[in-house]
Each structure stands twice: as structure tokens, then as C-alpha cells.
T-cell receptor, first 115, second 114 residues
Framework: AQSVTQPDIHITVSEGASLELRCNYS??????LFWYVQSPGQGLQLLLK??????LVQGIKGFEAEFKRSQSSFNLRKPSVHWSDAAEYFC?????????????FGTGTLLAVQP | DGGITQSPKYLFRKEGQNVTLSCEQN?????MYWYRQDPGQGLRLIYY???????QKGDIAEGYSVSREKKESFPLTVTSAQKNPTAFYLC?????????????FGAGTRLSVL
């Protein structure tokens, strides 16, 4: 079945440490890919997106993500985590590259940051 | 101030009652979406509308209804047929021009059953 998988439900990192959140998808075509962040009780904020071109994309708040077609992955990274990064992170996929504009979301990864 | 406004922030429903969640936008975006969020399940699409007076069912439309009479507004009604309505509901719009493949989200409405 077509899906978006975020294998890590919960991750704890120390402030200043590096971070990588994983996202895999099972759609065959080249989809549009997104990472969103959600603070408790709030809506979703777009961190970054990939449509085409350079497979390493930069986003807001110092985040970046790399699209790897061979692995069907779009992992989110940050070199040094700040306490304010504690939130839930969602990977989302538009399977048809904008044709339908329907997003399929992963189940999210909850990030905790310890001092 | 441009944006997406969802109201109320918290809503309580009694058994057998219909309730309506409001979503208003002043971004002049054509497409609007409703998602349901449950813990550990990500977001699931309820309904979406790409243009005024037209809307389509998403993956979990049963027990919900919508209307799109104005470009700015896309209200969601949770009917008594929805047996498990407790969730966080998010409204989104799709950008236009160079941002037409990006969805933007409101702050959400949390619905609970009394």
C-alpha cells in the first residue's frame, strides 16, 4: 500500500547535538516532498519542500533535508538542536507532483530536547 | 493581517448534536482542505475544495459535511453520524502562483465529546 513512514515515534536529543529525522515513502513516481513542524496545540508550519532539482534543500530555522530517490527517503537534519526545536515533525508527500494537491502525512516524530 | 482563522479554538459536542467548525481565510487562495488529527495517526483528509461551490470527499468523509459558498470560507459540520468525533481539526489552504503546491495551515480546533 502507498504510504509515508516515519519510523521514529519519539526522539530525545541533547541541546547542541545533531538531529536526523527519517522519512520514507512508497510512491513510485517522483512526488513532491514536505516537512512540517507542529508546536503543541498549534497548526503546522512548513519547514522545507522538495519539488525537483538539487536534492539537498534548505529550510527555515537551520533545517535541511536530502531527497534520495534510490532509497525513497527524505530525511530531515539539523547540525545543532536548540531547546526551541522541541515539537512534533511531520513528513508529507504529494504523490502526483502537484496534479491533485492532496498530501499524505506520516504519523509524526515527537522531538524532545534535553539541556 | 493575512492568514487562516479557525474558530472556536475549543468545542464541545453533546451526543446526537451537530457542530460546525469555522475556517476563514483572507489569502485569496482557491483551494481549501479539512484534516483530522489523532494522536499517533498523523493528519487524515476529510474534505477539500478547489473552487467555490465545489468540493470532494477525502479519505474519511463519513459523518462530516462541508459547504463552499464563498472563496473565503469553508465550514466543516461534524454530524451526529460521526461516532468518534474527538480530535484536533485543521483547516488548510493551497497557495497560488509560485506557491501553488504548498499548503498553509490554521491553528486548529479541538473538539471533545461531553
Amino acid at each position: 500500500a502507498q504510504s509515508v513512514t516515519q519510523p521514529d515515534i519519539h526522539i530525545t536529543v541533547s541541546e547542541g547535538a545533531s538531529l536526523e529525522l527519517r522519512c520514507n515513502y512508497s510512491y513510485g513516481a517522483t512526488p513532491y516532498l514536505f516537512w512540517y513542524v507542529q508546536s503543541p496545540g498549534q497548526g503546522l508550519q512548513l519547514l522545507l519542500k522538495y519539488f525537483s532539482g538539487d536534492t539537498l534543500v534548505q529550510g527555515i530555522k537551520g533545517f535541511e533535508a536530502e531527497f534520495k530517490r534510490s532509497q525513497s527517503s527524505f530525511n530531515l537534519r539539523k547540525p545543532s538542536v536548540h531547546w526551541s526545536d522541541a515539537a512534533e515533525y511531520f513528513c508529507a508527500v504529494d504523490p502526483y507532483g502537484g496534479a491533485t494537491n492532496k498530501l499524505i502525512f506520516g504519523t509524526g516524530t515527537l522531538l524532545a530536547v534535553q539541556p | 493581517d493575512g492568514g487562516i482563522t479557525q474558530s472556536p479554538k475549543y468545542l464541545f459536542r453533546k451526543e446526537g448534536q451537530n457542530v460546525t467548525l469555522s475556517c476563514e481565510q483572507n489569502l485569496n487562495h482557491d483551494a481549501m482542505y479539512w484534516y483530522r488529527q489523532d494522536p499517533g495517526q498523523g493528519l487524515r483528509l476529510i474534505y477539500y475544495s478547489q473552487i467555490v461551490n465545489d468540493f470532494q470527499k477525502g479519505d474519511i468523509a463519513e459523518g462530516y459535511s462541508v459547504s463552499r459558498e464563498k472563496k473565503e470560507s469553508f465550514p466543516l459540520t461534524v454530524t451526529s453520524a460521526q461516532k468518534n468525533p474527538t480530535a484536533f481539526y485543521l483547516c488548510a489552504t493551497r497557495g497560488s502562483g509560485g506557491y501553488k503546491n504548498i499548503q498553509y495551515f490554521g491553528a486548529g480546533t479541538r473538539l471533545s465529546v461531553l
